[in-house]
């Protein structure tokens, strides 16, 4: 008799997204003539660059002419767009890196989710509180969280609070750690964490032999010039990082899917007893030997397109979109404060945190805001036991939909 992964079977469902839907279901139905304002949306809304269309046209052309079609992909990526990553998103930034230290991927998600492959289940994680969620459950699924708790925890998971006193970046748990997750800027907070407080992190890695998945996924919203988009750019930080990158956050590729993880060839591990070899192992060889085996290389065309993004028009055109969407973050930010809340974010980020006022928790804002404002957004708490009390806004809604919710929302906070 077969037996399913007895770890899926301990996670909790998930109830935020669903949950969040039937409530504005049950509004809606009451309130038909009401327009809801939706700023809880984590996807882009604004086109693809038509530098990246146009390209991408081309490349289909090409796969309708035996001379130019292509087949499978390599598995780590085409050198064309290997050697834009490297060459726009790290040596303008004073980091070397070679393309084989690049593998390109269909999405952030799964990279962040899949590289448990490779990481011992032995190993002690640690992850922000709140958090990205995909880390904590690929993490249980793959039996390194132990059990889920009444209390919202899993027992073998070490959670560091994020919270505005530690300006979002965690102090170092008490209980040290082999695996790391980072996300900055960050989802949900909005945070971002200075080279200071990412220096002290890789130096506590090197110093514990601990690896830092760093997700970068917001890399293209930071504003601020003391803020690093790579953790790279930390001195120290290839020999215990692997860095995570999309194309999704950065320039529209939510739907079209790419996304790159970086593990240069010095990041090392210690061989797990009785593997073949001994001494120690490279983590850029074993991410290669994975990829080569469960992915077969992302669409030619859509890696055009990736490469498009690298065009002066690409780029260009990214830099315009991420201006729009953060100015929807300004308009949030400087709103709400003139309303009267406590908010974070939105400066390095698309993400707007905020505290519910009071004693509300984030269920409570979050009925409160649908039923006065008609304003959709997400709870704090969804993200993880530290998130309780807290409420996330995205900048990804139309200009409209912005200046109309957050005007909503503060009309209903002066009636509080
Ligand atoms: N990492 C973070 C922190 C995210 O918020 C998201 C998407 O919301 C992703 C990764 C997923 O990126 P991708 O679309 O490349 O899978």
Redesign the pocket.
Known sequence: MFKVNENYQKLPGSYLFADIAKRVAAYTAAHPEKRIIRMGI??VTRPLAPAVIAAMEKASAEMGDAATFRGYAPDHGYDFLREKIVEFDYKSRGVSLAPDEVFV????????GNIGDILSVDNVVAVCDPV?P?YVDTNAMAGRAGDYGPDGRWNKLVYMPCLPENGFVPDFPEKTPDVIYL?YP???TGGAATADALRRWVGYALENGALILY?S??EAYIAEPDIPHSIYEIDGAKACAIE?R????TAG??GT???YTVIPKELESAAAAGGAGGGRVSLNALWGRRQATKLNGVSYIIQRGAEATYSDPGREYGKATIGHYMENARLIREGLEKAGFSVWGGVNAPYIWLKAPGKLSSWDLFDLLLDRAGVVGTPGSGFGPHGEGYFRLTAFSSREDTIEGVGRIAAAAAAL
């Open positions: 984590g996807d991927s269909d999405g952030a998600k799964s990279d962040t990205y995909v996300c960050n989802n949900p997700d996924a917001y995570f999309s194309f999704s956050k590729f939510t899917r790419c996304a």
